[in-house]
C-alpha cells in the first residue's frame, strides 16, 4: 500500500481515523445490543484459548450477534483490548487487513473480531500472515456455511479451529420467549428418562407447549423473528441473499445458472422429504446428472436442505433422501399445505444433527441415529409399537417407555 502513502494526503491521519471509527462502531453496538438474547450455547463449546477461530453459519442465524456477545461478556463495552470490525467496509478497498490488524496490535488490541471475512480478497493468506506475525493475538472470523474453511484453504490448515453456529433450537425458543433457562438434555437423558424430564417442563408451560412447539415450527429457528417485520419475507430475502450471494459468489457460478439453482430448491420443497429422482430434475433443469447432484451439495452446504444417506454411504452417492433443512424453510419456500407428519421429520433430522450422527432408517423406521438407535416418526395416533424402535410423537406433551415426545428432541442443543 505504499501507492496510498504517495498519492493519498494525509495518510497516516486517515488510518488512525479508520480505527478509531472502528472503536466508536464498536461500542455503539455493544452498548445497544439487547439485554434480553438468549446466551447461544455454543459460547461454552469453543476452546476460547485458540489464536484463530473461525465459527461458520448460514445466514441469518446470527453470527454477527454471537461476535459483539462475545465481546460484551468477555470484554465489556469500553474495553480497547477487543473490536469488532466488518471486512464490508470499503476502507478494505485500499487498506489491508494485517496493515490494520498490525496497528491495532500496536496499540495494545489482544482480541480482533472479523465479521464477514469471505468479502475481502485472499483473505486467507492474509489471516495466516497474521497469525504467524502476531502470536500474542487472537482473531475471531465468521463466514458463511457454504465455506470449507480447512478442505480448500490450506495456507489455514493447522491453524484455524472452526465452530458452527445454527439457528435456535427450540429449546433456545423457549428459553427466550418464556424468561426460563431451560437446561441441554443429551440423547440419553431423552431415551431413557424423557417422562420425568417432560412432565417438568410442560408442568412450567402452564398447556403453553404445544402451541409454542408449532410457532417455533413456522418461525423460531432464525433470531430475526425478534425484529418487527414480517418474518416469511424477511426469510424469503436470506434464502435469496444466500443463493445470490454465499453460494453463487464462493463457489464461482455464473449468474445466469441463479434461476436453475432456485428453480431446484423450490422443485425439492415440492416433494420434500423425497427420494431425489435425479433424471427427473435433469430434464426439468436441462442439465446433466452430476451437475444436478453437485447443485443439490451447494444448496446442503448453504444449509438450505439437508441430504440423508445409509449408513456408510455419503456424497457424490444420490442420496436417500432430501430434506428442506428446518421447518421454517419449509414453511416459506412454497405455498403448499404442510404435512404435519413431513414437517415433524424435518424437525426431528434438523435439531438431532448437530452432535449426533443422522442415517436412513432400516426396514420401516425413518432414521438412524449414531448408527445404533432406530427411530419412526409419527403423528398422534394408533400405530403398531416395536419395541425395537424408538417413536418420535407429534402432539403428544409427554410419552412412556419407547415413544417420546418429538419437541424434546429439541432440547438437544
Known sequence: MSFLRTFVPNYI??????VESFYRTHQYLLSHLSASLVRRGLMDEINWNERLIGIKGSRGVGKTTFLLSYAKEFYGIGNRECLYINL???IFTVRTLIDFVGQF??????????DQVFKYPEWSKELKACYNKFPDLKIVFTGPSVMRLKEENPDLSGKVAVYHLRGFSFREYLNLVNGEQYPVCNLHDILHDHRPISEDITGRMNEKLQADFRDYLHHGFYPFFLEKRNYSENLLKTMNMTLEVDVLYIRQIEQRYLPKLRKLLYLISLDAPCTPNISRLSKELDMSRATVMNYIKYLKDARLVNMLYGVGEDFPRKPSKVYIYNTNLLHVVNQKPIDELSESRTFFYNQVQKDLIVNEGI???????NEAHYFC????????NNPDYYYAVDDID????????????????
Open 398 to 413: 409427554t410419552g412412556n417407555d419407547n415413544i417420546i415426545p418429538v419437541w424434546l428432541f429439541g432440547f438437544l442443543y
Open 105 to 114: 496490535h500496536s496499540s495494545g488490541g489482544k482480541t480482533l473480531l472479523i
Open 363 to 369: 426396514k420401516n423406521t425413518d432414521f438412524t441415529v
Open 377 to 384: 416418526i409419527r403423528a398422534n395416533g394408533t400405530f403398531k
Open 13 to 18: 491521519t486517515i488510518v488512525r481515523c479508520t
Open 88 to 90: 464490508n467496509h470499503f
